[in-house]
């Protein structure tokens, strides 16, 4: 049997879920394919490990599609201030205030995210989980479209097959789409930890010349944190006892919120920038961590993979509207023109403050502490920085604003 679909969403992650959402509530057939369906049900006080920090953006695509809600239910953390600092010096920081908002955005666990978008997906007739699957082989045929058979044996025939099944894609790799890119000698510890002192719903980022340290607040009290560090000093920050890693964190982050009591579960993975060389193939577009990846230090992987998610329904239901091919090479052509630019640009502003800040240079130094200050004086520069880190400035798929 052959199943016709429109779409074919290979990963259902945070940003697959969230295309398969928009898709499906804009009337076209939609198959998901997900290797490991999420599971619900987790102790309240347990914190994921894998946190992201939400621009207004990205909680506005959450709104429109039903999800933000049944997040909000489960748990998300506002921050409403804050505070970057360098180890040697300067520093800036940054209130919602400042800007007549709320918050500058939600720290919001991977978890919660995923649960929520599919409970909406659950819901919806037009979308079709396959799960446990993964895409096991697929061809682009000029009359049938692509053509998509499933791990289980399963055919799928769609005008169109979307890789979003993270950075290490199968399906890009299986298109012969290559990658350009650098691995940083760096790696990132993860955990959530208990603090002496209240976080006051503050985001606190130290840059130290062998990485930065984030402190992302939850609202229980506790915050998770983002330490990237050398690989060989990551490895030995997750093996330690967890009264020496207390005591470790509690330097690195110069006792600003007191002493780091108690920490979960410590993970560590290794980081690098990726930018696909090409978004689109007839038939084939990339969205998410399949087409790029970059440093967390400024949390903005996720938020940049659901804005390839809704700039991709954009293209799509206006060449719906128009009568052209959705699986068109000149259709999949106006979604990496969107979005290939803007990603690019992000990434490589990321590499800036990575080699700025994670160095022993002292003329670098002396620049970067320099550049923060004024840039904490240089008001109105300041408040455009922060409306265009929200997603309340520029360029925006529909979804988004």
Partial sequence: MVEQVDVVVA???????????????????VALVEQREPSGGWPPEEVDLRVSALTRASQRIFSHLGAWERMVALRVSPYRQMRVWDADGGGIGFAAAEIGEADLGHIVEN?????????????????TLWTPQRVAHFVHDPLRGMVVTLSGGEVLEAALLVAAEGASSPVRESAGITSSGWAYDQSAVVATITLEGAHGDTAYQRFMPSGPLALLPINDGRCSIVWSTSPLAAKRLVELEERAFCQELTVASQRLLGRVLGVGPRACFPLRLRNADRYVLPGLALVGDAAHGLHPLAGQGVNLGLLDAVALVDVLLEAREQGRGMGSLATLRRYERARKGDDLAMLMLMDLFTRTFSNHNPLLRVVRNLGLEVADRAGPLKHLVMRRALGLEGRLPRLAR
């Fill in 11 to 29: 990963g259902g992650g945070m940003v697959g879920a969230t295309l398969a959402c928009a898709l499906g509530e804009a009337g076209l057939r």
């Fill in 111 to 127: 978890r919660v995210v995923q649960w929520a978008l599919w409970e909406r997906l659950r819901e919806l007739a037009t979308v």
